[in-house]
């Protein structure tokens, strides 16, 4: 059974830190294409950041970029996002998404990154942002 699980979300004050981690099982994530998204109550779905396939480039969103950070695992089946410097309007649940398919080892992340180019979903972690 192909799953992913999200962890490492909580409570931090403005300015500090959380360490997102993404576990899969049934799959690798060293290869296709990987990415963070978030979600925020009564907002879109939003790429914050996305590594490719092949050469491993990583795009960030503009409002997360300089202070976030995505990386692969050296296991082959993790992933994690590195958040710093925390904004108030950063709380959202975060999820990690892979695409499982033969197109994901063909795909370069870019700002037109959408949250249907993945089909491979975790159930999503929450962050919150209070002094």
């Known amino acids: 059974q192909v799953q992913l699980v999200e962890s490492g979300g909580g409570l931090v004050q403005p300015g500090g830190s959380l360490r997102l981690s993404c576990t899969a099982s049934?799959?690798?994530?060293?290869?296709?294409?990987v990415a963070w998204f978030r979600q925020a109550p009564g907002k879109e779905r939003e790429g914050v950041s996305c590594?490719?396939?092949?050469?491993?480039?990583?795009y960030y969103s503009d409002t997360v970029k300089g202070r976030f950070a995505a990386s692969r695992g050296n296991a082959k089946n993790t992933l994690y996002l590195q958040m710093n410097l925390l904004k108030p309007e950063d709380p959202a649940v975060y999820y990690c998404a892979t695409d499982v398919g033969p197109g994901g080892a063909y795909y370069w992340c870019s700002g037109t990154t959408e949250p249907s180019d993945f089909d491979t979903w975790g159930q999503g972690t929450q962050v919150t942002v209070s002094s």
């Open positions: 049934g799959l690798t994530l060293d290869v296709n294409a």
């Open positions: 590594i490719s396939s092949r050469d491993g480039s990583t």
